[in-house]
């Protein structure tokens, strides 16, 4: 199985192709933020599993939709679509 993330842009458009595990992954990693927030929400709390349930939401989406840092010498950059894709 093919488990390699595409990623193409057009001018106005992104089409993203992934496997169905990856994307189960993605929403999976999904739910888990929003079991965070609803915990941010209720206690003004985040639990270590709230906490490594966002990382790995992070990390899911930086990788597989191949978003890139802005500055490559920082641990906390922030994110953008890769240069030239516009």
Same mark, same amino acid.
């Given at each position: =199985?093919?488990?390699?993330?595409?990623?193409?842009?057009?001018?106005?458009?992104?089409? %993203?192709?992934m496997s169905l595990? &990856?994307?189960? #992954?993605?929403?999976?990693?999904?739910?888990?933020?929003v079991c965070a %927030?609803?915990?941010?929400?209720? +206690?003004?709390?985040?639990?270590?599993?709230? %906490?490594?349930? =966002?990382?790995? +939401? &992070?990390?899911? /989406?930086?990788?597989? /939709?191949?978003?890139? &840092?802005i500055e490559n010498?920082?641990?906390?950059?922030?994110? #953008? %679509?890769? &240069?030239?894709?516009?």
């Amino acid at each position: =199985m093919n488990t390699e993330t595409t990623v193409k842009y057009t001018k106005d458009r992104v089409v %993203i192709n992934m496997s169905l595990d &990856k994307y189960e #992954r993605l929403c999976q990693n999904f739910n888990g933020l929003v079991c965070a %927030i609803g915990s941010v929400h209720d +206690l003004w709390d985040f639990s270590l599993r709230d %906490i490594h349930a =966002m990382d790995e +939401l &992070k990390w899911t /989406l930086q990788f597989d /939709l191949g978003f890139e &840092k802005i500055e490559n010498d920082s641990y906390h950059s922030q994110y #953008r %679509i890769p &240069k030239g894709s516009k």
